[in-house]
């Protein structure tokens, strides 16, 4: 009797504890309260299933919903060390120029962390009314540099297993468009 009721204990835990965690991850993304922050995870994520790749790399952004230029933090774990990234707009439809936009580029340090941060002029709100994801959303993207024609705002190569990809889509207002 107590070997199935250790047993019907053990699965409820399993249960809960699978809920609290999607529940967890679903409020990872998206508005900090009735602020002008929002935060953004971005993942490494297997381009066959697009789930997230356990132990893989990592990024958080923080950004504002709103004002004249895109004020943004971001921090990505477990890159590729010395590799020059880019954080990208990734406007639907290949090769995502529609229009996209750069955001800023940097180095990854020997311990495979990057930093980015500023205050981009995007001239648009995100997404663009041309973006094949409009009105639900903009895709955020952290590809390699080398992978990214900044000046036309378009992949120019896809290794996806490099980059993040993100959690969900965000909007932002640019106030002075």
């Known amino acids: 009797m107590k070997t199935k009721t250790i047993a019907f204990l053990v699965i409820a835990a399993v249960v ?3 809920a609290v965690v999607g529940i967890a991850m679903a409020a990872k993304d998206g508005q900090a309260g009735k602020s002008n922050v929002a935060h953004l995870y971005l993942y490494e994520k297997n381009d066959t299933t697009w789930e997230i790749v356990e132990d893989g790399a990592w990024g958080k952004m923080k950004y504002n919903l709103a004002g004249p230029t895109f004020d943004f933090v971001f921090n990505g774990h477990e890159l590729e060390p010395n590799t020059d990234y880019s954080l990208i707009y990734y406007a639907d439809i290949w090769p995502g120029n529609n229009p996209g936009a750069l955001i800023a580029s940097g180095t990854s340090n020997a311990g495979g962390n990057i930093h980015l941060a500023g205050s981009p002029d995007l001239g648009m709100n995100l997404p663009d009314s041309d973006d094949a994801n409009y009105p639900h959303g903009a895709k955020i993207w952290l590809v390699l ?18 980059y993040l990809f993100e959690y969900d889509l965000i909007t932002y207002d640019d106030t002075d468009v």
């Open 145 to 162: 540099s080398d992978d990214y024609d900044g000046t036309n705002t378009k992949m120019i190569a896809w290794n996806s297993a490099e």
């Open 16 to 18: 809960v504890s699978t």
